[in-house]
């Protein structure tokens, strides 16, 4: 079964501090896809980056960097110099490939951390 | 802009009342879905539409209903007999992906809806 598990369910730093927050997930497929997305106050969901199963580089993006280890079924995303902004609720998310499902595949989504930085 | 729109973003219902929550989107996308979100929970599947006048359920179904009449708009109905309706709802959209490539959903602001 698939399962996308986010251990940390608050974290609070100071701004400027690095922050890592960390996803597991368990899937028994070969071909997947991971996701992070940001929810602010406002709570519209923002998609942040999408990853395939099969490309273990890291990605940085500005300050968002993220890891992807196969061998520990993790994908955690770091911030680095954390701002007030980035204070939200973040989510990782796992969906499977199907070849047979027109594209389409539901996605599952960890239980989430919030975020607090502190000026 | 292109986007996807949700309205209202409150919503108040008597108990044992169906309510209707619209959810519209300007982005050409084929899929669209509908998540319920709990406090300190993560987003749960309700149900999804690959095309129009085609849906499944999701993982929590029950209790609601939804139609998919235009590419555009697919609005989500709580019934009452949806025995715990409190919740934050989330609308979203994204493209098929191809060769079994699975793209990411992009989502709408949200309607909170309260059971009074």
């Known amino acids: 079964a698939q399962k996308v598990t986010q251990a940390q369910t608050e974290i609070s730093v100071v701004e400027k501090e690095d922050v890592t927050l960390d996803c597991v997930y368990e899937?028994?497929?070969?071909?997947?896809?991971l996701f992070w997305y940001k929810q602010p106050p406002s709570g519209e969901l923002v998609f942040l980056i999408r990853r395939n199963s099969f490309d273990e580089q890291n990605e940085i993006s500005g300050r968002y960097s993220w890891n992807f280890q196969k061998s520990t079924s993790s994908f955690n995303f770091t911030i680095t110099a954390s701002q007030v902004v980035d204070s939200a609720v973040y989510f990782c998310?796992?969906?499977?490939?199907?070849?047979?499902?027109?594209?389409?595949?539901?996605?599952?989504f960890g239980a989430g951390t919030r975020l607090a930085v502190h000026p | 802009d292109g986007g996807i729109t949700q309205s209202p973003k409150y919503l108040f219902r008597k108990e044992g009342q169906n309510v209707t929550l619209s959810c519209e989107q300007n982005?050409?996308?084929?899929?669209m879905y509908w998540y319920r979100q709990d406090p300190g929970q993560g987003l749960r599947l309700i149900y999804y539409?690959?095309?129009?006048?085609?849906?499944q359920k999701g993982d929590i179904a029950e209790g609601y209903s939804v139609s998919r009449e235009k590419k555009e708009s697919f609005p989500l109905t709580v019934t009452s007999a949806q025995k715990n309706p409190t919740a934050f709802y989330l609308c979203?959209?994204?493209?098929?992906?191809?060769?079994?490539?699975?793209?990411?959903?992009?989502f709408g602001p949200g309607t909170r809806l309260t059971v009074l």
């Open positions: 539409s690959q095309i129009v006048n085609d849906f």
């Open positions: 899937t028994r497929d070969t071909t997947y896809y």
């Open positions: 979203a959209s994204s493209i098929f992906g191809t060769s079994g490539g699975v793209n990411e959903q992009f």
């Open positions: 982005l050409n996308h084929d899929a």
């Open positions: 998310a796992l969906s499977e490939a199907n070849m047979f499902s027109g594209g389409y595949n539901k996605l599952i």
